[in-house]
């Protein structure tokens, strides 16, 4: 529906909370200690979150090839970057380093570029490899969140923006169901938009807050120290 002239005017606009919430979360990242080993993780990871926000917002508004694949590369990224950075966290902060950012990157890229390839080929693009990369944290956070420790989120950090972000997919699976079932107000895909700044905003909130006991990048965590 459009509202001011705008097309699917609430599917663009239910993206605007993901913009202060993506500028918040790098402020949150500049304040971290100079020192701190996964500031380029997580500065990574809201970069790519606010460019993904952008092009989700192109492409609701004048769908097409380019800005769906303007939208789903860096909102993909974004999803590698909270994989490597919770690797980084709970098993080797290397994770969060240069070379996994790149690696994680890199990776994207090569999907968008397969998507794009499959495209022009079969005439389908085929998503799988960024969606394998976009579903990524949900594996990794619930089987590592509850027995893993960590320094800068503690595991129900970990574990209430995972769940925000299963709401998010699951609203958007039942994206006409939801429709229906809120009198065609709002539908799942909309939903799933609040949803994911609800997964980014907590993620920016509690980042670096205290919630994880600090222990420094250079030390071995003592026997018997359990963090978050």
Request: charge should be positive; aromatic fraction near 14%.
């Amino acid at each position: 529906r459009s509202l001011w002239s705008m097309p699917y005017a609430v599917n663009v606009w239910s993206h605007l909370p993901l913009l202060p919430i993506g500028v918040w979360g790098m402020w949150r990242v500049s304040r971290l200690p100079g020192d701190e080993p996964l500031r380029w993780v997580w500065g990574w990871f809201f970069c790519c979150q606010m460019l993904a926000t952008v092009g989700g917002m192109v492409y609701h508004w004048k769908p097409s090839d380019v800005s769906f694949i303007w939208d789903q590369v860096p909102r993909s990224a974004a999803c590698s970057l909270f994989a490597a950075a919770f690797l980084a966290e709970r098993i080797d902060r290397r994770f969060g380093l240069g070379p996994a950012i790149a690696t994680a990157l890199i990776a994207t890229l090569l999907g968008g570029i397969w998507w794009l390839y499959s495209l022009h080929v079969w005439g389908v693009g085929d998503l799988r490899p960024l969606i394998w990369l976009e579903l990524s944290p949900i594996a990794l956070v619930a089987t590592g969140a509850w027995t893993l420790h960590g320094h800068l989120l503690s595991r129900q950090d970990w574990m209430r923006s995972q769940l925000s972000f299963v709401v998010a997919q699951t609203v958007d699976w039942a994206d006409r169901p939801f429709f229906d079932w809120t009198g065609q107000v709002i539908s799942g895909h909309s939903m799933r938009h609040l949803a994911l700044a609800t997964c980014v905003g907590w993620v920016a909130w509690r980042l670096g807050s205290g919630s994880a006991r600090r222990v420094p990048h250079n030390q071995p965590l003592p026997a018997g120290v359990i963090l978050g």
